[in-house]
């Protein structure tokens, strides 16, 4: 497996926001790699710096061995432009022609159009288009250059399931054809129906890097929500990752396993009424993980990402 | 269909030297960029109307009718010429200083700067149309010019006179990409306006210099409105060209060009804080 980027002890400030921070990551050749994290925790600054937009604060960011900000260096990079940022009075077909021309080896416009279903679109002006349409526009663009390594950010968000499935199932095709795909995402779906490893970003920092399967186990958290005068030790109990203090006296906590976490309560003997569990969103379990529960949780936080971080 | 085929690993694609000629060269990608900035202008007709009719209509109103100017072959063609300076410099400022401002802010700039496209080509794309458009802006003035009042100018002057014009247009574009990359759309539009009529009253392009009081007309020889309208004055009309006149116009172009360069080179879009 070949290294087609890597990111260095990387740190990247924005005034006083630390967007990235000393994060260390290679990209290998042929697998795609789901970036995965809240909004805010840096994906998109990653893949800024990979693309040459920005530079890192400290570190080295590394593409096929060159500067990302050295325009030969992305000959075989392929990103997508947002939705939004299509120029209006452009038709289709001139933008995919457009950006294919900046390439050494471009797959023909014709090809591009029939792959992501474009094809009925070529004449229409970009400002004309559905927003899914728009979406599958931008996506194919960053595959017009045929190229090695392909950065996608956020590429189905705000798309319903049908586009969304056909978009995954372009993106398969074309990895399968030997790109290797970098995509972001704060939908755990969408890293599951198309990654194989998945490094979970959070505050900044790398706090998993693992398959699919690993980081999914990571992430299903639970909500135990109930009222108690002790909230203290019920956040010393075993499973327990984090803890949200609610404005009606109950206290919800977060923990991997509810059941266990349950019959530890009641052999605990501490007193508890109006007891639910629900599943936790991945919002709520990155919250939680990355360490963004009230101060009083924070020590079982930073275990539980001592925890990820093995 | 084409097939994506994985080149040899350990091989570094981008590892080959820069290239002028070629399909993805410098120059091919300069005229790529060229024609996409004017195909997607030309989209928008009405936009265009400002920079091409608003010189002509200048001369018009304001030349034409005052006859002591217009009969006066000498006078004409220096108001002509004033307003072909004119309608090249605001122009440049305003497509360079607005589209600039603009595109910064919409995320299709940023997307371009991840294509394999040198900063250069990017930018003489940039110029390559505007200055187009430049081109066919003084169309207007010089036929009104020629039509309704007395200017007059040999063949060799007038094309004499397109290439100084050129020349002299390089401080107004590299003032336009400051303004564009060091500001928000909304302020550079502002910022260009003020720019442009101060430099187009302080420089002669309005009112003929010597009806200027002499403080003014001091200051005037500083700025590179005054400095292109006697450049272009002497291509045409031939006569004695002025040492502060062209040294003005180098220095102003090294200066203005260190000044995009930098901003350019400083820019990683617009920051929001």
Same mark, same amino acid.
């Given at each position: 497996m070949t290294v087609l980027a890597r990111l260095d002890h990387v740190t990247r400030r924005f005034g006083e926001v630390l &967007?990235? /921070? /000393?994060v260390t990551l290679d990209i290998h050749s042929g697998s795609i790699l789901g970036l995965l994290g809240p909004n805010g925790a840096g994906k998109s600054t990653v893949l800024t710096m990979l693309q040459g937009l920005r530079k890192p604060t400290t570190g080295t960011v590394t593409l096929f061995g060159g500067s %990302?900000?050295?325009? *030969?260096? *992305?000959?075989?990079l392929g990103g997508t432009p947002q939705?939004?940022? @299509? %120029?209006?009075? @452009?038709?289709v077909g001139e933008v995919i022609d457009f950006v294919g021309r900046h390439f050494d080896d471009p797959l023909s416009t014709a090809a591009v159009a029939e792959e992501f279903g474009l094809g009925e679109l070529l004449?229409?002006?970009?400002? &004309?288009?559905s927003g899914g349409q728009k979406r599958r526009l931008s996506v194919a663009l960053a595959f017009v250059g045929q190229p090695r390594l392909v950065l996608l950010d956020e590429p189905t968000t705000g798309l319903d399931v049908d586009a969304r499935r056909t978009l995954w199932d372009a993106v398969r095709r074309q990895h399968d054809r030997g790109a290797t795909v970098v995509v972001t995402s704060h939908y755990l779906e969408e890293i599951e129906a198309l990654a194989e490893r998945v490094v979970v970003m959070g505050h900044g920092r790398v706090i998993a890097d693992d398959t699919v399967t690993a980081v999914i186990n990571q992430v299903s958290l639970r909500q135990v929500r109930l009222v108690t005068d002790q909230p203290d030790r019920v956040s010393g109990l075993p499973g327990v990752v984090g803890r949200d203090q609610g404005d009606n006296g109950s206290t919800t906590f977060y923990a991997n396993d509810s059941d266990r976490l349950i019959v530890e309560l009641v052999r605990s003997g501490i007193p508890f009424t109006d007891l639910t569990v629900r599943g936790a969103t991945l919002e709520e379990a990155f919250l939680t993980l990355t360490g963004a529960t009230d101060a009083a949780s924070g020590e079982h936080v930073r275990s539980a990402q001592k925890e990820m971080n093995r | 269909m084409s097939t994506l085929t994985p080149t040899p !690993?350990? !091989? &570094?694609?981008?590892?080959r030297a820069p290239v002028l000629g070629g399909r993805t060269g410098i120059l091919a990608l300069t005229l790529v960029h060229a024609r996409i900035i004017l195909v997607e202008t030309f989209r928008i007709p009405a936009a265009l109307i400002g920079s091409l009719v608003f010189p002509g209509l200048s001369l018009l109103f304001f030349v034409v009718p005052q006859r002591t100017v217009a009969d006066n072959p000498e006078f004409a063609t220096q108001a002509v010429i004033a307003l072909s300076v004119f309608a090249l410099m605001s122009n440049s400022l305003f497509s360079f200083g607005l589209n600039i401002s603009a595109n910064r802010e919409q995320p299709w700039d940023p997307y371009l700067r991840t294509l394999p496209v040198p900063g250069v080509s990017r930018v003489l794309g940039q110029i390559c149309s505007t200055g187009l458009m430049g081109l066919v802006s003084i169309l207007p003035v010089i036929a009104i010019g020629a039509l309704f009042t007395a200017a007059e100018a040999s063949v060799l002057g007038v094309l004499a006179g397109i290439v100084a014009l050129g020349i002299s247009a390089l401080p107004f574009m590299f003032i336009g990409i400051s303004i564009g990359y060091s500001m928000s759309s909304k302020a550079a539009i502002a910022v260009v306006q003020i720019v442009m009529f101060g430099l187009a009253f302080a420089g002669g392009l309005?009112?003929?210099?010597?009806?200027?009081?002499d403080w003014l007309d001091t200051l005037s020889k500083f700025l590179p409105s005054r400095q292109a309208r006697e450049f272009v004055i002497w291509a045409v009309q031939g006569g004695e060209l002025e040492p502060w006149v062209w040294i003005g116009i180098l220095v102003w172009t090294a200066a203005t060009f260190a000044l995009a360069l930098l901003l350019f080179r400083r820019d990683e879009g617009r920051r929001y804080r």
């Open positions: &967007a990235v /921070d /000393d %990302p900000g050295d325009y *030969r260096m *992305r000959q075989k939705e939004t940022a @299509l %120029p209006p009075t @452009l038709r004449k229409r002006q970009t400002g &004309a288009l | !690993t350990g !091989t &570094a694609p981008g590892s309005f009112l003929p210099p010597y009806l200027f009081a």
